[in-house]
């Protein structure tokens, strides 16, 4: 995922996205650059790499001045990081610029059309593409009695009903955009400006997140209000196929697909300071440190002790139709999708209904059986994950309610789902997920008792949960309280190249988790597997070199994880276990332990996620890795 920022107003533009996308960095980070119209010259300034090695450094040797300005930073799709496929890319004219996140499907029919027109490119992006095709459709606009607008078979992606409808604009900016993206097959976001347009900018979305800022004679567009929120807390979201035409005092949006626009303006839950590092070395590890007021703000307002249950403001179901779901398929990625694993096993366990827990991307593409009852459940942090956002709109497709686990307020899985629950976890920069994946699972924990007690589930039993969750945050206190502790342990391993993490039940899910927490921050190889399953093959691979790092909470598997353990311990492989407090078994077979507090089963995978995510920090630490942006990787990935 890609980051964008766009600026017009009185003020200098170009600190203004230099701090953006500073902010943004954490959505991709291969390259950075900006477009700013300077007096009546479109500058262009961008640099592979990191915004404080390139951008920065080439902005302070040759610095631009304006009010009108775009930026982007980068994760590749299309072409290699290198500084000439950086974003902002321009026109053959050199006149319009644009940024784009998302990925044009269709870009080489279209480079090959504009190839056979004389066009010339610089780059092998198909961002590139797009900015000549603009730029093709402005000189038809500007030139008289031209026809300007795409020839009917050419608007290969629109529905019938799209091709036609669509609230003109006056602006030919904004029409040559609107009969560019016409022909375009993909997702994108994008903000287009041009040397002749000294106070508009051109925004629009299909598949990738665009917000309007609002401001006081000064607007904004960005990718996302992390970007923006330290200028203003008013925002539009923009829909799919909107078209918005953005100045200093005003901003305008068609929909290529309806006749109007659904414009709202919206406000910002969140303040400029949650979306800071603050006295933390990164990101991660300030969002790790706040997991104790996470799962508070995922408890806020929800727990009903009074009627033993927990409730909801936003499912949109009643407890008749909640009561007919006799099927729940959770599709989700990543970190996101351990999360849906482990509300398997407490929805399941609490409230007796059959679950599927679905690789979202695997979802989309196989016809799976759907009955009438069953019920789609997206996990989702960003709210912008393509493979889930697919997921969601193929079980919609399919005529079946989908409901959504969401951190980002107005986020596309947010706006698109039949209803939901939000995380309130606030910005979670960090591109490895702690935060939100900690408020998912105490989120899931109280949907499980919701459900249940619809069905058999006691009053008992569950304020027996409820009460264990409201003590979580302190026992994340004391956890936290270990992380010297962790960091030892955490050295002494770190330079090992293989990890294995292993439990059963509850905390299997969380062992997947330590695994990929690991992987995606110190680039070591590690695989999380279920304890009992190693004997089937993979302890050919225990050696003295290879740590495990066993998860064995004094739950209903306790002896038969421990029975694993001594297989593992056999075989000379050194182990690092996370056990509860008071065990007096675990020291004698473990090279190193940790000690969780005493909780209920359901409970142990959140208290158990925070020692791997601090195991995980410390171990690329020692190794120097950039924790918050690994190599690689981006923080929503919006594309399939
Ligand atoms: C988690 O640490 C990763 N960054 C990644 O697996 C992430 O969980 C996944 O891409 C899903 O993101 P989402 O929750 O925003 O949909």
């Not at 050696?543 to 694993?564: C, E, G, H, I, R």
Request: hydrophobic residues 40%; charged residues 25%; glycine residues 8%.
């Amino acid at each position: 995922m890609c980051g964008i920022i766009g600026y017009v107003g009185k003020k200098a533009v170009s600190p203004i996205l230099l701090e953006g996308l500073r902010r943004l960095e954490y959505r991709g980070y291969d390259s950075a650059g900006v477009a700013v119209l300077d007096g009546d010259e479109l500058l262009v300034r961008k640099k592979k790499g990191k915004i404080s090695e390139g951008l920065a450094r080439l902005l302070k040797s040759q610095p631009v001045a304006g009010n009108l300005g775009i930026g982007h930073t980068r994760w590749a799709t299309h072409g290699p990081p290198s500084d000439i496929n950086s974003h902002p890319h321009l026109d053959q004219s050199g006149r319009i610029a644009v940024v784009h996140n998302g990925v044009i499907e269709n870009y080489d029919a279209l480079r090959q059309k504009l190839l056979a027109t004389g066009h010339k490119f610089k780059s092998g992006t198909d961002t590139e593409v797009l900015a000549h095709l603009i730029g093709d459709y402005y000189e038809k606009r500007r030139t008289p009695g031209s026809a300007g607008v795409p020839p009917a078979d050419s608007r290969a992606e629109l529905p019938t009903r799209q091709r036609d409808a669509g609230a003109p604009s006056s602006n030919p900016l904004t029409q040559a955009v609107c009969d560019a993206l016409r022909e375009v097959i993909g997702t994108y976001g994008i903000a287009v400006i041009c040397a002749d347009q000294p106070d508009t900018i051109v925004g629009a979305r299909r598949g990738s997140p665009l917000i309007i800022g609002i401001g006081t004679g000064e607007n904004f567009l960005a990718s996302d209000a992390n970007a923006i929120v330290a200028h203003t807390k008013k925002v539009v979201y923009l829909n799919d196929y909107d078209v918005a035409t953005v100045t200093s005092a005003r901003f305008d949006v068609l929909n290529l697909g309806t006749d109007t626009a659904n414009v709202q303006v919206s406000k910002l839950e969140f303040s400029q300071e949650d979306a800071v590092r603050g006295k933390y070395e990164h990101f991660m590890l300030k969002e790790i440190f706040e997991q104790p007021r996470t799962v508070e703000n995922a408890l806020r307002g929800r727990v009903d002790n009074e009627g033993a249950t927990a409730k909801f403001g936003g499912l949109n179901l009643t407890s008749a139709e909640l009561r007919s779901i006799d099927r729940i398929v959770i599709a989700a990625s990543g970190t996101s999708w351990h999360a849906a694993l482990v509300g398997e096993y407490l929805i399941e366990e609490l409230a007796q209904i059959p679950v599927e827990v679905e690789f979202a991307h695997e979802f989309c593409y196989r016809n799976a059986p759907l009955e009438k009852s069953t019920v789609l459940l997206v996990v989702s942090q960003s709210g912008e994950t393509a493979d889930t956002l697919a997921a969601l709109r193929e079980a919609k497709r399919r005529g079946h309610r989908a409901l959504a686990i969401v951190n980002v307020v107005g986020s596309t899985i947010a706006r698109e789902s039949d209803g939901g629950i939000y995380m309130h976890a606030g910005p979670e920069i960090g591109v490895a997920s702690t935060k939100a994946f900690v408020s998912t699972l105490t989120i899931l924990a109280l949907l499980a008792v919701h459900l249940g007690r619809l069905r058999n589930l006691s009053a008992r039993r569950a304020l027996e949960i409820l009460h264990a969750l409201e003590a979580v945050p302190k026992q994340l206190e004391s956890i936290l309280a270990q992380n010297n502790a962790f960091k030892k342990i955490a050295k002494k391993y770190a330079k090992a190249d293989d990890f294995f993490f292993l439990s059963r039940g509850y905390t299997f899910p969380i062992a997947l988790e330590g695994a990929l927490k690991l992987k995606e921050i110190s680039y070591i190889h590690a695989e999380g597997y279920s304890a009992a399953e190693m004997k089937h093959g993979p302890i050919a691979l225990i050696d003295p070199k290879t740590p495990t790092v066993f998860l064995v909470p004094q739950d209903s598997m306790y002896d038969k994880t421990m029975a694993n353990l001594a297989m593992i311990r056999a075989r000379k492989g050194p182990i690092i276990a996370l056990a509860t407090e008071g065990d007096k078994q675990i020291g004698k077979v473990a090279n190193d332990v940790i000690y969780l507090p005493k909780a209920l089963e359901p409970i142990n995978p959140i208290l158990a996620a925070v020692p791997l995510q601090l195991f995980a920090y410390h171990i690329a630490v020692t190794r120097g890795c950039d924790v918050d942006k690994p190599r690689n990787l981006a923080k929503s990935v919006t594309v399939e």
